[in-house]
C-alpha cells in the first residue's frame, strides 16, 4: 500500500515538471516571437527605402491637385507604414470641393491619392450665392464667379433649419427642371432663374425679358418637352408671351405680352389664349 502512494506521488511530481517546462517553452518561445516582431517593426520604420517620396494625386483639375499636395506635403518623408492616412484624408475633404478622397499605399515609397470633385450644376440664392452639386448638396460660395450656371430662388436659411427634409426636395425638383432644360436644348446660363414656391410650385424665367414659365409641381420633364414648340409657335405667328402657364405636354395657357394683346387683329387673345400643341 505504501508502494503505491509513493509511486503514485512521484508520477504527480513528474506531470508537474513536464508542465512546468512546457509553459516555460512556451513563454520563452512568445517573448522570442515578440521581441523579433519588435525589432522588426523598428527596422521596418527606420528603412530609408520606405519613406514617402512620391505622392501623386488624380480625378481633379490642377488648382485642385495643388491644395490636395499641399496638404499632403508634410508627409513626405516619413514611414509609408507608420502614416495615418485616416488623418490625411480628413485633411483633404475639408475642401469644400472634394466630395471623396481615397489614399492608397504603393509600396515602397508612393502614395496615391484618387479625389472625387463636385460639379456645381446650379446657383442658389439664400443670404448670398451658393453653389449646389449634383447630388442636391449646398456646398460653397459662389463668389459671383459663375455666371454659367442656372439660379434657384425662393428657399432661405429659415427653411432648412424648420423643414430641412422639404427645402432639399424643393432642391432635387429644381434639379430636374435643369437637368430637363438641359434635355431639350434650351438656354442653360444665369439667366436662367427657378423660383420654387410651397403654394405655387415652380417658375421659371428663361432671360431678363422672357416669359414666365409655370411648370407647377410636376412632370416637369414632360411639360418642358413640348416649350420649344410652343416657343417656335409663338415666333411664326409673330407673338410674344408674358407668362406660359404648361398644364401639361399637350397644353398651355399663354398669357400675350402687353402690345400683342392690345393688336386688334389678334381678336381672342386680349388676356389670353390656350395653345395647343
Given at each position: 500500500?505504501?508502494?503505491?502512494s509513493v509511486h503514485r506521488m512521484r508520477m504527480k511530481r513528474q506531470a508537474?515538471?513536464?508542465?512546468?517546462?512546457?509553459?516555460?517553452?512556451?513563454?520563452?518561445?512568445?517573448?522570442?516571437?515578440?521581441?523579433?516582431?519588435?525589432?522588426?517593426?523598428?527596422?521596418?520604420?527606420?528603412?530609408?527605402?520606405?519613406?514617402?517620396?512620391?505622392?501623386?494625386?488624380?480625378?481633379?483639375?490642377?488648382?485642385?491637385?495643388?491644395?490636395?499636395?499641399?496638404?499632403?506635403?508634410?508627409?513626405?518623408?516619413?514611414?509609408?507604414?507608420?502614416?495615418?492616412?485616416?488623418?490625411?484624408?480628413?485633411?483633404?475633404?475639408?475642401?469644400?470641393?472634394?466630395?471623396?478622397?481615397?489614399?492608397?499605399?504603393?509600396?515602397?515609397?508612393?502614395?496615391?491619392?484618387?479625389?472625387?470633385?463636385?460639379?456645381?450644376?446650379?446657383?442658389?440664392?439664400?443670404?448670398?450665392?451658393?453653389?449646389?452639386?449634383?447630388?442636391?448638396?449646398?456646398?460653397?460660395?459662389?463668389?459671383?464667379?459663375?455666371?454659367?450656371?442656372?439660379?434657384?430662388?425662393?428657399?432661405?436659411?429659415?427653411?432648412?433649419?424648420?423643414?430641412?427634409?422639404?427645402?432639399?426636395?424643393?432642391?432635387?425638383?429644381?434639379?430636374?427642371?435643369?437637368?430637363?432644360?438641359?434635355?431639350?436644348?434650351?438656354?442653360?446660363?444665369?439667366?436662367?432663374?427657378?423660383?420654387?414656391?410651397?403654394?405655387?410650385?415652380?417658375?421659371?424665367?428663361?432671360?431678363?425679358?422672357?416669359?414666365?414659365?409655370?411648370?407647377?409641381?410636376?412632370?416637369?420633364?414632360?411639360?418642358?418637352?413640348?416649350?420649344?414648340?410652343?416657343?417656335?409657335?409663338?415666333?411664326?405667328?409673330?407673338?410674344?408671351?408674358?407668362?406660359?402657364?404648361?398644364?401639361?405636354?399637350?397644353?398651355?395657357?399663354?398669357?400675350?405680352?402687353?402690345?400683342?394683346?392690345?393688336?386688334?387683329?389678334?381678336?381672342?387673345?386680349?388676356?389670353?389664349?390656350?395653345?395647343?400643341?
Open positions: 500500500m505504501k508502494r503505491r508537474n515538471y513536464v508542465r512546468f517546462m512546457r509553459a516555460s517553452a512556451l513563454t520563452a518561445v512568445t517573448g522570442i516571437a515578440l521581441a523579433g516582431a519588435v525589432l522588426a517593426l523598428i527596422m521596418i520604420y527606420d528603412a530609408p527605402g520606405l519613406r514617402i517620396a512620391h505622392i501623386y494625386v488624380r480625378g481633379c483639375e490642377a488648382g485642385i491637385a495643388e491644395d490636395v499636395l499641399v496638404k499632403a506635403e508634410p508627409y513626405r518623408g516619413k514611414n509609408i507604414v507608420a502614416a495615418d492616412l485616416r488623418s490625411l484624408r480628413s485633411l483633404i475633404e475639408r475642401n469644400a470641393w472634394i466630395e471623396r478622397a481615397v489614399i492608397r499605399r504603393q509600396y515602397p515609397d508612393t502614395l496615391s491619392i484618387a479625389v472625387s470633385v463636385r460639379s456645381a450644376r446650379a446657383v442658389i440664392e439664400l443670404d448670398e450665392p451658393y453653389l449646389v452639386d449634383e447630388r442636391g448638396t449646398v456646398f460653397t460660395g459662389a463668389q459671383g464667379r459663375y455666371t454659367d450656371l442656372p439660379v434657384l430662388c425662393g428657399l432661405t436659411r429659415a427653411d432648412f433649419e424648420k423643414d430641412p427634409a422639404a427645402a432639399e426636395t424643393m432642391i432635387h425638383d429644381g434639379l430636374q427642371i435643369i437637368a430637363a432644360l438641359r434635355t431639350h436644348a434650351l438656354p442653360l446660363d444665369d439667366h436662367v432663374r427657378i423660383t420654387c414656391s410651397r403654394e405655387l410650385g415652380y417658375t421659371l424665367q428663361t432671360q431678363p425679358d422672357g416669359p414666365e414659365i409655370y411648370l407647377g409641381f410636376d412632370n416637369y420633364q414632360y411639360k418642358l418637352a413640348a416649350l420649344p414648340r410652343m416657343l417656335a409657335d409663338l415666333r411664326s405667328r409673330g407673338l410674344s408671351a408674358r407668362s406660359i402657364y404648361l398644364h401639361s405636354q399637350e397644353r398651355a395657357f399663354v398669357r400675350l405680352s402687353d402690345q400683342d394683346a392690345a393688336r386688334p387683329s389678334r381678336a381672342g387673345r386680349a388676356t389670353g389664349a390656350d395653345l395647343h400643341t
